[in-house]
């Protein structure tokens, strides 16, 4: 979850951005729906193909994580499937579903600090020496995300204004392919040293952080109820990907099928998109 969190830094101030302009709702909205779709269906497909590649003879990943590992990858699924359909229940947002949405994340966040215990301690003396370069690079790091996110959103509502692509679109798109690389770019440098269990892990804890936490977010902060019935075929894309991403996962091998299989409906969600609203 730590590297979850870590990589979706750009969707959180992205969202502190957004809600600046209220016109850039439907930015942040799509963008943290869209990153979810962007993570599971475009990043694991390229994993898993790229694991088929360099790993033909693997047997499998899931055989190697713990039994509540897996248990929480499925929580988190459950969790990113059933939150968005909920709220196209709902019809709207307030502040109250936001706070909701942050409380689930706290208490999922309690529970796994509770159940996690240390296996080994690292020397401290080792720790203190590398501190200092370790701070100066979250520091870089963090300064750059922020100067993106800004660039981003302000990017986005210039092009959805002058190309007269609703803005929902945009944040779905463009903006969620932009904020998602950190995981693609963890998730490959992964893969490619055998860790497919760590890439999944940072997947799944990343579309669970986006529509918990930084959801919830986006609808507290927002100065005014959100219409979800824009979002409708995020939504239901979501939710197909989620629910297909949960039958992948109860398989022991990983084929160059399953990342075909994502990739397609990736691109035919883009198809949909730009198709369907412009």
Not at 109 to 136: D, F, H, N, P
Not at 147 to 172: N, Q, R
Not at 231 to 237: M, P, R, T, V, Y
Request: aromatic share 12%.
């Amino acid at each position: 979850m730590l590297v979850a969190f870590s990589t979706s830094l750009p969707e959180l101030f992205v969202v502190l951005f957004a809600i600046m302009n209220p016109a850039s709702i439907g930015i942040s909205v799509g963008n943290v729906l869209g990153s979810n779709i962007v993570n599971i269906c475009l990043i694991l497909g390229a994993s898993f193909l790229l694991m088929a590649w360099k790993y033909p003879d693997s047997v499998g990943f899931f055989t190697r994580m713990a039994r509540d590992e897996v248990g929480d990858l499925n929580f988190g699924i459950f969790i990113a499937s059933i939150v968005p359909l909920l709220l196209l229940y709902l019809g709207y947002a307030s502040q109250i579903v936001g706070i909701l949405l942050i409380a689930l994340f706290f208490l999922d966040m309690y529970g796994l600090a509770r159940k996690r215990e240390t296996v080994e301690e690292i020397s401290l003396e080792a720790e203190k020496r590398q501190r200092g370069k370790y701070l100066a690079k979250t520091f870089i790091g963090i300064v750059g995300i922020i100067a993106c996110a800004y660039f981003i959103v302000e990017s986005a509502s210039v092009l959805a204004g002058a190309a007269g692509i609703p803005p929902v679109i945009i944040g779905s798109t463009i903006v969620a392919l932009g904020t998602s690389i950190p995981e693609l770019a963890t998730s490959l440098g992964s893969v490619n040293k055998g860790f497919l269990d760590l890439a999944v892990g940072n997947v799944i804890g990343s579309c669970f952080l986006n529509i918990t936490l930084i959801l919830g977010l986006t609808f507290l902060l927002a100065p005014f109820n959100v219409d979800l019935s824009s979002f409708s075929d995020l939504i239901i894309f979501s939710l197909i990907v989620n629910i297909l991403l949960w039958y992948m996962m109860q398989n022991t091998k990983v084929s160059k099928r399953e990342g075909t299989i994502l990739l397609a409906i990736y691109f035919i969600f883009l198809a949909v998109s730009f198709t369907h609203r412009l």
